[in-house]
């Protein structure tokens, strides 16, 4: 059975519901999210076993003649969550102030304070140990070099990624909480009252304070369940196409096929231009959604200014 979203994974949670108005309201910034699943652990640190290789035995055999045993191999992999935190911090006065109330101020600013939160957990979950030390491992981190293709873009700087998931395994990617039945995988307790620093020194005014937490990190699966397509730059040699899209999906062995690709808008761009010359029509080519039936999804996270790497 597949695993659940984040938003479905919190609407199950137990006193939940004002995390859960705020995810829709934000979630929809952030497409990726309706395809990467989500499960709950009840540790911060815990560990599973994947799949690093494909059995080697087996084949065509003769009658009275065996095969060689093959089985495929694995390895422990460790997952360590870390503590993922934005504040929501509101002036009491203004919250007292507004029209509909200090709830409905302050559930305005937590929908700031979620997308904010939100963009932060998946520049984590794309770019990793890079993005921020203190966070968790990323794909960037653990995609294995023979799930890479190179588009060989050179300029400093202006490198963007692809990245293809397979999403079908629930022991495979995704981003895993900590939560069970007392704990919610998205954290936003009621507000509190308390005086903080003014922006003059030594003065002080009382502010509602509450906070958005979680303990979060990336379950990655086995190796051929991640694959990019790394240093996509405007240079005319090193920009996407269906060639380099090609030479990824095919990077996934049979039964672990990529069910999204994940680009910036200008990937897709250029994709789309890719195509054009080959219009018969003369027009430009339509908007690409898909690759071979799989979905193409624009993220607002993945950057078009990475290393070249």
């Known amino acids: 059975m597949a695993l659940p979203t984040i938003a479905d994974l919190v609407a199950k949670a137990r006193n939940a519901d004002r ?37 080697t035995g087996g084949g065509f055999r003769t009658v009275n003649d ?51 939160f939100l963009h932060k957990l998946l520049s984590q979950f794309y770019y990793g140990t890079s993005n921020d030390a203190n966070g968790f491992t990323g794909l960037r981190d653990v995609v294995d070099s023979s799930m ?8 400093a700087n202006t490198g963007s990624s692809v990245w293809a998931l397979a999403l079908n395994d629930p022991r495979g990617v995704c981003i895993a909480f900590k939560s069970d039945r007392n704990i919610n995988p998205i954290e936003f307790p009621d507000p509190v009252e ?21 303990w979060v990190g990336l379950q990655p699966g086995h190796k051929y369940q991640i694959g990019m397509i790394k240093n ?18 095919n990077k996934f062995p049979e039964g672990s096929k990529p069910m999204v690709f994940i680009m910036t808008r200008r990937s897709r761009a250029q994709l789309q231009k890719s195509r054009t010359a080959y219009n018969p029509l003369g027009m430009p080519a339509a908007i690409p959604t898909e690759w071979e039936g799989i979905p193409i999804v624009v993220s607002e996270v993945l950057r078009n200014d990475e290393a070249i790497a």
């Open 19 to 55: 995390v859960v108005g705020i995810l829709e309201e934000v979630i929809q910034d952030f497409p990726e999210l309706r395809y990467i699943p989500a499960r709950g652990v009840e540790k911060d640190v815990y560990t599973y076993v994947k799949r690093t290789g494909l059995p």
């Open 66 to 116: 065996g095969v060689t045993p093959g089985s495929s191999t694995y390895a422990e992999v460790t997952v360590t969550l870390k503590l993922l935190s934005e504040l929501v911090m509101v002036d009491k006065a203004v919250a007292l102030a507004y029209v509909d109330g200090p709830e409905a101020y302050m559930m305005t600013e937590a929908t700031g304070a979620m997308s904010a």
């Open 148 to 155: 890479v293709v190179n588009a060989g873009g050179t300029t």
């Open 194 to 214: 308390q005086l903080v620093p003014g922006s003059t020194a030594g003065t002080y005014f009382p502010a509602l304070v509450s906070e958005l937490t979680a």
């Open 232 to 249: 996509i730059t405007e240079d005319s040699d090193a920009a996407l196409n269906d060639d380099l899209m090609a030479d990824l999906y």
